[in-house]
């Protein structure tokens, strides 16, 4: 499986082979059937590792913030442990990510189920923001979720550590997220009252 996950990482659905796997695992190709009935099966299991491991990760690294941790803040956080498990951690969940789109029917049926488990955890983020006023009235919640969420998983098609740090990518990601979801610092305060006209004198 961690050979597979490499392979399909890098060359996706339709370019992973079984020899290219047994090749990366260092055995012969026909020694995979004995662990899996088939290259779509083996696919599957990757893809749905992927999505679940991701899922985990993040709502791990969420559980340990203090509970009185702002809800933007628990987006960023977010938004980071994403980035990172994605890029640098895990062949699956960069495999689940980039091949979600390709993937045929068939083949779905686990892997929407952990992606629906994944999207519940971005859309209580997003709920909360708003629900504590920190989310913009302007914005539509889950647009703005599928949208953050697609900019993230972009991320495993262009990044290239030669070109950048990851830190660097987190640190604009964090900010595009923050100010682009977020009240606008002083929009909520109180607007003074405003001032009485004074009464004019009655005619006599």
Known sequence: MDAAAHVLSRRGYSGTRLTD???QAQIQAPAIYYYYPSREDLIEEVMWTGISRMADHVQKILDELPPETAPMRRIETAVE??????LEVSDYSTAAVRNAGQLPDELRTRYNA?????????????????????????LEPMAARMLVLGALNWSTEWWNPRRGSIDSVVRTAQSLVRHGLSVPEGETEA??????RAKRPAKV
């Open 21 to 23: 796997v047994a090749e």
């Open 81 to 86: 442990a994403h980035l990172r498990y994605a």
């Open 114 to 138: 952990e992606a629906a488990r994944y999207g519940d955890l971005w859309r209580k983020l997003v709920q909360d923001a708003k629900a504590e006023g920190e989310l913009r009235d302007d």
């Open 191 to 196: 607007k003074p009252a405003p001032r009485r």
